[in-house]
């Protein structure tokens, strides 16, 4: 019978020798599952290493989808920020460019409304563009359409009023 490794003797190992040097499949079952236990057991003893490596796994995660983000934005920019068919208010020309889609029913959308009224009267450097995003059914696709109808065919201030308007208004029950 083959004795076993105690588990300093494998953990000097894995720090003394490189990471592919060491193949934790050439261990026999014994030497395998003795070096579980002294993981288990660690891990028992130090729980508070599962909260730092989760927190580890949700900065990596939080980084990559900001990266995606960013990846989305950068490839569909002209679509973003150059549409021809979207309101564009605030400073036409500001160093700050905010784009908001909406939803004339959505009440995120209508509680946000007048604070970003406010930031766009009191920082003249925003330039803002709203994308019409009728995602909550009928009556908000029946809203969007009317929006659009009224910015091709009295222009942005119209549209403006319109929206705000939309915005305002009691939802039906």
């Known amino acids: 019978m083959k004795p076993t490794l105690p ?3 494998v953990a000097g190992l894995m720090l003394t ?3 592919t040097a060491f193949d934790l499949t050439d261990m026999n079952a014994e030497e395998r599952s003795a070096f579980r236990a002294e993981i288990r057991d660690y891990l028992l003893e130090n729980p508070e290493i ?3 490596a989760v927190a580890v796994l949700e900065q990596r995660q939080a980084q990559q989808q900001a990266a995606d983000d960013q990846s989305i934005v950068e490839n569909n920019a002209e679509a973003l920020f150059d549409d021809p068919n979207s309101w564009v208010g605030g400073n036409p020309d500001g160093d700050v460019t905010i784009v908001e889609f909406i939803d004339y029913r959505c009440g995120y959308c209508r509680r946000a409304h007048d604070e970003v009224a406010q930031l766009l009267e009191t920082d ?4 803002m563009i ?5 995602i909550l059914g009928a009556d908000s696709e029946t809203s969007s359409r009317f929006a659009i109808a009224t910015l091709q065919l009295a222009g ?3 549209y ?3 929206s705000d308007a939309l915005m305002k208004l009691k939802p039906s029950p």
């Open 7 to 9: 588990f300093a003797l």
């Open 17 to 19: 020798t490189p990471a």
């Open 50 to 52: 599962i909260m730092e």
């Open 124 to 127: 003249g450097n925003i330039r």
């Open 130 to 134: 709203l994308k019409e995003f009728p």
């Open 156 to 158: 942005d201030e119209t």
């Open 160 to 162: 403006h009023a319109v």
